[in-house]
C-alpha cells in the first residue's frame, strides 16, 4: 500500500523555466511534509519542508505548495536551472519516520 | 563538521553469505534510521533507533535482516543469508532528534550487490 503517490516520474524543464512536481498521500495524521534532493551515488538531502498549518513556504527559487483538503502538496522550483537536475522525493512523517514516494527525475536542459 | 559516514561504499557478495554493513552518524545525533533504496526507487524504511535500543523495526523485510547500534553511536545493520532481492543501496541517516524537530541527515549509502 503506496503511502504517497509521486508524480511525474521524469520530467524535462528548459533552463529558466518552472518544474512542478506533486505528491499525494493518504493518511491525514501525517503532520509534515518535506522534499529531499538527490544527486546519482549521494544520499537524499533535504530541500524545504512544510507542516500542515501552512499553506505555502517559500526558500529562494524552491515553493512548496499545500492543499490539505485535497491531501496534495507540490514542489516548484522557479528558474530552474542545470544544475537543478536531480532526483527529488517528497515524503511524509508518521510516527517517527519519513515514508518516501517514489521519486522524480528532473532534467533541466541548457 | 563531517556528515554521516557509510562503510564500505561498495559490497559484492555470493548468495548465502554475510555481510554487516556500518552506519557512523552525526555526532550528538541520537536518531538513527536504515532505508533500503532499490534502482528508480524512493528510500524505503527499515529501522529507527533512538540511542541504543531499536524503536522501531517494522520495516525490516525478515528476520535475516537485524541492526544493532550498542553505544549509541555507531550502527551496523546484518544480513544473513544473503538473496539476490537484498541487492540496493542502503541508506543511513541521523538527526539530532526524530522529524520534524530535526531534519533527516543521509549518508552517501552502501550499494550492496548479491551476486
Known amino acids: 500500500q503506496q503511502q504517497v503517490k509521486q508524480s511525474p516520474q521524469s520530467l524535462i524543464v528548459q533552463k529558466g523555466g518552472i518544474s512542478i512536481i506533486n505528491c499525494a498521500y493518504e493518511?491525514?495524521?501525517?503532520?509534515?511534509f518535506p522534499w529531499y534532493q538527490q544527486f546519482p551515488g549521494k544520499g537524499p538531502a533535504l530541500l524545504i519542508a512544510?507542516?500542515?498549518?501552512?499553506s505555502e513556504k517559500k526558500e529562494g527559487r524552491f515553493t512548496i505548495s499545500f492543499n490539505k483538503s485535497a491531501k496534495q502538496f507540490s514542489l516548484h522550483i522557479m528558474d530552474s536551472q542545470p544544475g537543478d537536475s536531480a532526483t527529488y522525493f517528497c515524503?511524509?512523517?508518521?510516527?517517527?519516520?519519513?515514508?518516501f514516494g517514489g521519486g522524480t527525475r528532473l532534467m533541466v536542459k541548457p | 563538521g563531517a556528515g554521516v559516514s557509510q562503510t564500505p561504499s561498495n559490497k559484492v557478495t555470493e548468495k548465502g553469505k554475510y555481510v554487516e554493513l556500518r552506519c557512523d552518524p552525526i555526532?550528538?545525533?541520537?536518531?538513527l534510521y536504515w532505508y533500503r533504496q532499490s534502482l528508480g526507487q524512493g528510500p524505503e524504511f527499515l529501522i529507527y533507533?533512538?540511542?541504543?535500543?531499536?524503536?522501531?523495526d517494522s520495516g525490516l523485510p525478515n528476520d535475516r535482516f537485524f541492526a544493532v547500534r550498542p553505544e549509541g553511536s555507531v550502527s551496523t545493520l546484518k544480513i544473513q543469508r544473503t538473496e539476490r532481492g537484498d541487492s540496493a543501496v542502503y541508506l543511513c541517516?541521523?538527526?539530532?532528534?526524530?522529524?520534524?524537530?530535526?531534519?533527516?541527515?543521509f549518508g552517501n549509502g552502501t550499494r550492496l550487490t548479491v551476486t
Open positions: 541517516a541521523s538527526s539530532l532528534d526524530p522529524p520534524p524537530n530535526s531534519p533527516l541527515h
Open positions: 493518511n491525514t495524521a501525517f503532520d509534515y
Open positions: 512544510i507542516r500542515p498549518d501552512v
Open positions: 515524503a511524509v512523517r508518521g510516527g517517527n519516520m519519513l515514508t
Open positions: 555526532s550528538g545525533h541520537t536518531a
Open positions: 533507533f533512538q540511542g541504543t535500543g531499536a524503536a522501531d
